[in-house]
Nanobody, 124 residues
Framework: VQLQASGGGLVQAGGSLRLSCAAS????????VGWFRQAPGKEREFVAG????????YNRDSVKGRFTISRDNAKNTVYLQMNSLKPEDTAVYYC??????????????????WGQGTQVTVSS
């Protein structure tokens, strides 16, 4: 499974960005997807996830009400809509898929396939 993340950029606090994660595999609809982020000097952390059906989503507490994850299996793409961005959201954002199908986890160690990351910078 190859993943390609895009959509990052520089935005002012309070602004919005939409990240996209495009997958190459035809079995993409069988994989749950997670978005993670890593700020300088910090560990990579789970941000949001969506099950392979798209029916269930998960968000870390600090982004609830601001970030929305969604997917379009016909386009092999998962999105992360980020609104009301804060400087503390500044990080490299990665999309990832677990090592097996029909399985959701927020545990970073269960994710086997990773996109290359896209930089999000929020200025104050």
């Amino acid at each position: 499974v190859q993943l390609q993340a895009s959509g990052g950029g520089l935005v002012q606090a309070g602004g919005s960005l939409r990240l996209s994660c495009a997958a190459s595999t035809r079995t993409f609809s069988s994989y749950s997807v997670g978005w993670f982020r890593q700020a300088p000097g910090k560990e990579r952390e789970f941000v949001a996830g969506i099950t392979y059906t798209g029916r269930t989503t998960y968000n870390r507490d600090s982004v609830k009400g601001r970030f929305t994850i969604s997917r379009d299996n016909a386009k092999n793409t998962v999105y992360l809509q980020m609104n009301s961005l804060k400087p503390e959201d500044t990080a490299v954002y990665y999309c990832a898929a677990p090592g097996r199908t029909h399985y959701f986890t927020a545990n970073i160690y269960d994710y086997a396939y990773w996109g290359q990351g896209t930089q999000v910078t929020v200025s104050s």
